[in-house]
């Protein structure tokens, strides 16, 4: 998503930068080319930095509905579970799961429980000021397109697009990462307590593999803000998860997938507790 929207907007600042420098004599072709790249660059970075970075909770969750993956009542985070997260951390953790527990039970067509984690979430969000994306007028969004999942998935992931950018553009990046790392924890949980059967269709392995190259990708962006309490406690969480995934290349032994998911237990339960 985040390459789609640059891959878009960049062309655009190239275009605009290139009508503007062309105006000005005072610098050789060479300066203006190299100044134009470097306010493309930085413009770009700007751009990435607001943008939801990951596969949302929502797409990977689609897959199972595309692949026929039956509803399982009970997985998800109880909702109950909201009032006993009290820090502006264990909140953004938490929001990214209730985030992917809220794709999980729309995509799922589960009416009550659509309004129950919308609830669960504007609580949380409303703790961290952002109450405005999880308003009325989203689930009134999500029941007009109950019947339409890849317009559900749009609806959802601008949600989650527009949490990430709300805190990072508020100077609250290290809280922005907590939450696409719940939703990716709680994704990643959701896919991996499917039925065994499930596990015979291909795809379902290849949702797993996908979500590696996720999992690097986060593990990536969170390098600048190593030196945050917050973000090197949950990264150190994460730890067995690198390790079940280290040496896996283009397929998945059921040894593998028990790894994986025994993994993804344990953190689950630590973030959710």
Not at 63 to 70: A, Q
Not at 159 to 181: H, I, K, R
Not at 199 to 210: G, H, K, M, P, S
Request: aromatic share 10%; proline share 3%.
């Amino acid at each position: 998503m985040k390459k789609i929207i640059a891959g878009v907007i960049l062309p655009m600042l190239i275009i605009s930068f290139s009508c503007l420098t062309s105006c000005k004599d005072r610098a050789t072709k060479k300066q203006q080319k190299k100044i134009e790249q470097e306010q493309v660059d930085t413009i770009k970075s700007q751009i990435e930095a607001n943008v939801y970075p990951l596969p949302t909770s929502a797409e990977i969750i689609k897959k199972l509905t595309d692949f026929e993956v039956g509803y399982i009542i009970g997985i998800t985070n109880p909702v109950e579970n909201a009032k006993k997260y009290f820090t502006s951390t264990t909140r953004a953790i938490n929001l990214g799961v209730y985030g992917a527990d809220l794709s999980y039970v729309t995509l799922y067509n589960m009416n009550q429980e659509v309004i129950n984690y919308l609830d669960a979430i504007r609580s949380l969000s409303n703790e961290l000021n952002m109450s405005k994306i999880y308003s009325t007028e989203l689930y009134d969004k999500i029941k007009q397109n109950f019947d339409n999942k890849d317009e559900l998935v749009k609806i959802l992931t601008s949600a989650f697009n527009d949490t990430y950018s709300y805190l990072s553009e508020n100077d609250q990046q290290p809280l922005a990462l907590l939450v696409v790392g719940g939703a990716w924890v709680e994704g990643m949980y959701l896919t991996t307590h499917v039925s065994y059967a499930a596990y015979q269709v291909a795809d379902i392995t290849r949702v797993l593999l996908e979500q590696k190259k996720s999992f690097e990708l986060f593990l990536e962006i969170t390098q600048p803000y190593a030196s945050d309490p917050s973000v090197s406690d949950f990264v150190k969480l994460l730890d067995p998860v690198k390790k079940a995934y280290e040496g896996i290349g283009t397929s998945l032994t059921d040894q593998n997938i028990k790894d994986i998911t025994k993994v993804i237990d344990g953190v689950r339960n630590q973030i959710v507790q």
